[in-house]
């Protein structure tokens, strides 16, 4: 067997990650290469002795998994609870100057931060913990700004509901920060 080949499967084999057929050629393989039987010392030696000291090893418990499905489960309902209460609001104020209201209030905000909760099926390409959640704040008042802006053209008008929403706002992104924190640690996130 061609060494190259046998040198790019030594990390998965070093990991215990390559199949029982990869397995047995590699291992045959080393029975008669010392430069290869080298490569792999040098590797678990080195490099993942070194990895395993930075990188502790975490095991996702299945009530964990639970746990987090369950609580993006209930702030998704509880989103989607918020929007339809505030469509159903909106649509039964007349025309003029309390237009937009509930929207300024209760459907935008609400709709940021429902929105958001799709970033949290991303949580294992962030680096740590604090980026994801710190990112997520970012995402529902970004989205936020987005509806204001387009509730601002669409009704013409800036009321105390505008005031009103961004404090909902505020409120939402501070609690997408906690919620998603504690969705990253349920899920092993460092």
């Not at 039987?37 to 070194?50: A, I, Q, T, Y």
Request: glycine share 8%; with cysteine; aromatic share 10%.
């Amino acid at each position: 067997m061609d060494c190259n080949v046998i040198i790019d499967l030594l990390p998965l084999y070093a990991d215990g990650c390559c199949s029982e057929e990869s397995v047995a050629l590699v291992e045959t393989h080393l029975k008669s290469c010392k430069d290869c039987k080298n490569v792999l010392d040098s590797m678990k030696g080195e490099s993942f002795s070194g990895l395993s000291e930075t990188m502790p090893e975490v095991k996702i418990s299945r009530i964990s998994q639970f746990k987090a499905s369950l609580l993006q489960s209930v702030l998704l309902f509880l989103s989607f609870a918020a929007i339809t209460l505030g469509v159903t609001f909106e649509a039964t104020t007349p025309m003029g100057v309390g237009n937009g209201n509930w929207a300024f209030m209760l459907i935008i905000p609400a709709t940021a931060f429902m929105l958001s909760l799709a970033n949290w099926y991303f949580v294992r390409l962030y680096k740590s913990k604090g980026v994801f959640s710190t990112f997520s704040m970012i995402i529902t008042l970004g989205l936020a700004i987005c509806g204001f802006v387009w509730g601002v053209l669409h009704y013409g008008n800036l009321s105390v509901s505008f005031v009103i929403g961004a404090v909902v706002t505020l409120v939402l992104c501070i609690l997408s920060k906690i919620l998603s924190s504690l969705y990253a640690k349920a899920l092993g996130k460092q």
